[in-house]
């Protein structure tokens, strides 16, 4: 008996030592997606008919805080504002509704500035562009849209958002603001902020914004504030005490 218990103990400490799970790989530039496993309820990732809204999409996978969502089956809307980038949307993304477009509190004529052939840092505010000290590689001008134009005109009119991703260099809060918040009420909001303490944080519009909309900052992943609505029901039960 007390060999076997030796034996059983060895083979559980194997197995623990050489065969845990644990997440192996996530796909967002700071590891959002990895908040987002711990955020969601299992049965949600897998089994809901989840939607998501991606506004600075970049790449289908890679720096990609939705992508983990598209391959359990979720769809949604990707947005950005250069026409190689939802090309590999089309490309790699098919069920999901692709958009080129920038996105603005406002219908204007606006240019976008990049830094690079296929980079992560390409912007419509030009006080952003030129702050950075990078070389603007070229410019061109498009019509922005606002992000409840886009929902809109797409197949997901009306439906309530279960993620909301913006990384869009500058605009952030204006992307925000651009969305009704009462009609598509996102159930996750990872929105980009580039201030470095959390004194900053609470004084941002996004976040004033979001507090009196009822949203609770959950997370906050180097660049990505992570915000919730509590009581969704895609979250863990102990997100909504």
């Given at each position: 008996?007390?060999?076997?218990?030796?034996?059983?103990?060895?083979?559980?400490?194997?197995?623990?030592?050489?065969?845990?799970?644990?997440?192996?790989?996530?796909?967002?530039?700071?590891?959002?997606?990895?908040?987002?496993?711990?955020?969601?309820?299992?049965?949600?990732?897998?089994?809901?008919?989840?939607?998501?809204?991606?506004?600075?999409?970049?790449?289908?996978?890679?720096?990609?805080?939705?992508?983990?969502?598209?391959?359990?089956?979720?769809?949604?809307?990707?947005?950005?504002?250069?026409?190689?980038?939802?090309?590999?949307?089309?490309?790699?993304?098919?069920?999901?509704?692709?958009?080129?477009?920038?996105?603005?509190?406002?219908?204007?004529?606006?240019?976008?500035?990049?830094?690079?052939?296929?980079?992560?840092?390409?912007?419509?505010?030009?006080?952003?562009?030129?702050?950075?000290?990078?070389?603007?590689?070229?410019?061109?001008?498009?019509?922005?849209?606002?992000?409840?134009?886009?929902?809109?005109?797409?197949?997901?009119?009306?439906?309530?958002?279960?993620?909301?991703?913006?990384?869009?260099?500058?605009?952030?809060?204006?992307?925000?603001?651009?969305?009704?918040?009462?009609?598509?009420?996102?159930?996750?909001?990872?929105?980009?902020?580039?201030?470095?303490?959390?004194?900053?944080?609470?004084?941002?519009?996004?976040?004033?914004?979001?507090?009196?909309?009822?949203?609770?900052?959950?997370?906050?992943?180097?660049?990505?504030?992570?915000?919730?609505?509590?009581?969704?029901?895609?979250?863990?039960?102990?997100?909504?005490v």
């Open positions: 008996m007390k060999i076997f218990k030796e034996v059983s103990k060895r083979l559980w400490l194997t197995r623990k030592a050489f065969f845990s799970s644990f997440i192996k790989v996530h796909y967002s530039q700071f590891g959002e997606d990895i908040v987002l496993k711990e955020l969601l309820k299992k049965e949600k990732i897998k089994k809901h008919n989840g939607f998501f809204v991606d506004v600075g999409c970049y790449h289908p996978k890679k720096h990609s805080n939705t992508y983990m969502l598209y391959k359990a089956g979720w769809s949604g809307i990707n947005i950005d504002m250069e026409a190689d980038k939802i090309s590999l949307f089309n490309m790699a993304r098919p069920r999901d509704w692709n958009v080129l477009a920038p996105v603005s509190d406002k219908k204007e004529v606006v240019n976008v500035y990049r830094f690079g052939k296929f980079g992560v840092g390409s912007t419509i505010d030009h006080n952003f562009a030129v702050g950075t000290g990078n070389t603007i590689y070229d410019t061109t001008e498009l019509c922005s849209k606002t992000l409840d134009e886009v929902i809109d005109d797409s197949p997901y009119r009306g439906k309530q958002i279960d993620v909301l991703s913006i990384d869009v260099e500058g605009m952030d809060y204006r992307v925000l603001s651009s969305l009704n918040l009462e009609t598509y009420r996102p159930k996750i909001i990872i929105i980009e902020s580039h201030h470095r303490s959390i004194e900053e944080i609470l004084d941002t519009d996004i976040y004033r914004l979001l507090k009196n909309q009822g949203y609770v900052l959950r997370s906050w992943t180097f660049y990505s504030l992570i915000f919730i609505l509590p009581n969704a029901d895609i979250l863990k039960e102990r997100e909504n």
